[in-house]
C-alpha cells in the first residue's frame, strides 16, 4: 500500500486509514476480518477516538492487536479532548492519554490528537504538555482534528521557537463533496486555502470522511433520505451535480462513483492521507483501489466544478 513519511513520527504510515467509529466486541467477528485485511493490504494506519462507541472502539480495537501480536506493525491514532463535551486543557490531555492507553491495553500511542479545539486556550501550555508525553514515551508525536490552519500554524511556530516538536498531522474534513454546513459542533472542513497551505508547507493532512459519508455509493440521489446527516449537510444541486460527474468518469474508467471519489482526494497536491470506514472485506478492497487511481488536472478540475 501507498505510504506517507510523518517526520516526527519518523515513520511511513499507509495512505488509507481504518477508521474504526463502529468497532465494538458485539461485531468482533467483523471487525476482526476488515483489520486482518487492512493489515494483509499492507496497512497500518488505524484511526480510533475516545467518544467512538463509548470506548467499545478502542477496546476491540487492543483485542485485536493483542491477539495478533502486532503492536510494533500498526500506527495507532487516537484522539480525545472532544471540547465542548470534554475538559480541555493539559490536564485533559494527560487523563485522556491515560484512558486511551489502558482501553487500547498499550504502553504507548503512535499518534495522539485534539479531537476538536478551543481557542480560548492558549497554544503555549497545550505543545508543553503534549512534549512531556512525547518524553514520558506515553505518545509517539501528536496532530489535531479539526483546527483551523491559523491555529496549527501558531501552534508550530511556538515548537519550533522553542526546539520542541510540533503538530505532525491536521485532521479536517475533506472530500469531493462540499458539506453545506459542518457534520457536528466543532467541526472544520478544508477550504481551498487550506489545501493550498497544506501543499505549501507540506504538513500532512488525514482527511475524515474522506468519502463524503456514502455520498458516491450507487444508491445515493435526491431520493435517497436514508442518512438525515448526509441529507442534512451534503444533498445540494452543487454536490448532485459532482456525484454525476464522479459517475461519468467512473464509467469511463471501469470504476466506481465512491473510488473516484477517494481518488480526488489521494490525487490533491496537498500531502493527503485518507481515513475510510469499511465494514466488510468487500468495501475495503474497492478502497484500496483507488489508491492506484490517477488522475490529471483536467479530470480533478472538472469533478470538483472548477471547469
Not at 94 to 109: A, F, M, N, V
Request: hydrophobic letters at 40%; glycine letters at 8%; charged letters at 25%.
Amino acid at each position: 500500500m501507498k505510504t506517507l513519511h510523518l517526520p516526527q513520527l519518523k515513520r511511513d504510515v499507509s495512505r488509507l486509514g481504518l477508521g474504526s467509529d463502529w468497532f465494538s466486541p458485539e461485531s468482533k467477528d467483523e471487525v476482526f476480518a476488515v483489520l486482518d485485511a487492512f493489515h494483509a493490504a499492507g496497512g497500518n494506519l488505524i484511526d480510533t477516538g475516545e467518544v467512538y462507541a463509548g470506548g467499545k472502539s478502542e477496546r476491540t480495537l487492543g483485542e485485536w492487536v493483542a491477539a495478533r501480536g502486532n503492536r510494533s506493525q500498526v500506527v495507532i491514532l487516537d484522539k480525545g479532548c472532544h471540547h465542548p463535551q470534554y475538559p480541555f486543557g493539559p490536564e485533559a490531555i494527560r487523563e485522556s492519554i491515560t484512558r486511551c492507553l489502558d482501553k487500547l491495553q498499550t504502553d504507548y500511542l503512535d499518534l495522539w490528537a485534539f479531537h476538536r479545539d478551543n481557542p480560548e486556550e492558549p497554544v503555549g501550555p497545550l505543545l508543553d504538555t503534549l512534549n512531556e508525553e512525547v518524553e514520558a514515551g506515553r505518545i509517539r508525536a501528536f496532530g489535531c482534528s479539526n483546527w483551523s490552519t491559523a491555529r496549527v500554524a501558531e501552534a508550530n511556530e511556538y515548537a519550533a521557537g522553542r526546539g520542541m516538536m510540533g503538530l505532525a498531522f491536521a485532521s479536517p474534513n475533506l472530500s469531493l463533496s462540499i458539506p453545506r454546513e459542518p457534520f457536528w459542533e466543532g467541526c472544520k472542513h478544508a477550504t481551498e486555502a487550506d489545501l493550498a497551505w497544506h501543499a505549501k508547507t507540506g504538513l500532512p493532512l488525514v482527511a475524515w470522511s474522506s468519502q463524503g459519508r456514502g455520498f458516491f455509493l450507487d444508491k445515493s440521489g435526491p431520493g435517497d433520505q436514508s442518512d438525515p446527516d448526509v441529507v442534512r449537510v451534503y444533498h445540494t444541486p452543487e454536490n448532485f451535480e459532482r456525484l454525476a460527474r464522479a459517475r461519468k468518469l467512473a464509467a469511463d474508467k471501469g470504476l466506481t462513483a465512491i473510488q473516484i471519489a477517494l481518488a480526488y482526494v489521494l490525487n490533491l497536491p496537498a500531502p493527503t492521507l485518507a481515513l475510510i470506514g469499511p465494514h466488510t472485506v468487500d468495501e475495503l478492497a474497492s478502497s484500496t483501489a483507488a489508491l492506484e487511481v490517477a488522475l490529471s488536472e483536467a479530470e480533478m478540475a472538472w469533478l470538483s466544478l472548477k471547469t
